[in-house]
């Protein structure tokens, strides 16, 4: 959980394009069928800090269910560890908490587009997961009509290996790119184990204040997890030294990889009014 720190670097990405050519068969030759036209791959979407939030302490993001509507109460997104009353212990889940916490809202280019305020810790705990959510006082429509900033969607589904994602911090105003190595089936660090988290490759080497940056994917442009920790000294399954823990209970230290975790099963957990409803079919994330 160091994620909620110093330092930093960005870096950002863009595809080439391919072009083939043939020459023309021989008169006596006859002429070879041709071949369709390939269709050109999907650009991804530019990734920009619009919609991502700066807290005292670590990153965040004003994020949307895909049944959000523009009249709800908008939710920013963080982690768990990320809480102004501190670490939530294991096993401990947080619902419909007052809280008058503000954070600052972020332009494209990372400048401030101002402050918005929560009305309570909708939902937070550091169990099976890391993560935090807080109801705004203001809706989707209003932030839209105020700052010019629309949220950014929760994707639905589980991310992929080998995907390219960024690591988008409002603490630090940094985009770090990389791709999903693959999955931990369980991630232990002190106290805490969290299920399925993603790893990075090494590329996003995220520091301490880029705990609750969303995990975007820029085919899609929505985000797909939420960081939150990486082995800092090789240390096996401490604070700041999480390990990776198989199936069969094999113990795997992986020095300078950060992790973050999986955000889709929010979306199970989300009903009308942004309401968190974790008696939801299909929603699986820790109740109190």
């Known amino acids: 959980m160091n994620r909620s720190l110093v330092g930093a670097l960005s870096a950002l990405l863009l ?16 002429s070879p ?6 269709a050109p791959a999907k650009a991804p979407k530019a990734v920009t800090f ?3 939030v700066a807290l005292s302490n670590c990153s965040g993001s004003v994020v949307r269910t895909p049944g959000s509507a523009d009249s709800d109460p908008a939710l920013v997104l963080s982690n768990g560890h990320c809480l102004e009353s501190g670490f ?3 096993g401990e889940v947080i619902v419909d908490k007052p809280s008058t916490r503000s954070f600052t809202l972020l332009t494209a280019s990372g400048g401030s587009a101002g402050t918005v305020r929560a009305s309570k810790v909708a939902y937070a705990t550091m ?3 890391d993560i935090s959510l807080y109801q705004l006082t203001s809706t989707y429509a209003q932030i839209q009509s105020s700052y010019g900033i629309k949220a950014l969607q929760l994707s639905d589904s589980h991310p992929t290996q080998g995907s390219a994602i960024n690591v988008v911090s409002g603490y630090w105003k940094k985009i770090y790119s990389c791709n999903i190595d693959g999955f931990a089936y369980r991630l232990k660090e002190g106290d805490w184990t969290w299920k399925d988290s993603v790893r990075y490759t090494s590329a996003c080497n995220t520091i301490g204040g880029t705990s609750g940056s969303p995990v975007v994917d820029p085919a899609s442009g929505k985000v ?3 960081n939150n920790t990486g082995n800092e000294d090789g240390g096996r399954c401490t604070l700041n030294n ?10 795997t230290v992986r ?13 199970k957990c989300v009903t009308t009014g942004n309401k968190i409803n974790l008696n939801l079919a299909g929603c699986v994330l820790p109740k109190p």
């Open 127 to 129: 169990t099976d997961t």
């Open 33 to 38: 069928a041709k071949a369709p036209a390939k």
């Open 255 to 267: 020095q300078g990889i950060n992790y973050a975790q999986e955000t889709y099963p929010i979306t």
């Open 50 to 52: 619009a919609g991502t």
């Open 88 to 90: 939530p212990g294991a």
């Open 15 to 30: 595809g080439g394009a391919t072009l083939v050519g043939a020459g023309a068969a021989p008169a006596t030759a006859a």
């Open 224 to 226: 797909v997890a939420v």
């Open 242 to 251: 999480p390990c990776e823990v198989d199936e069969n209970g094999t113990v």
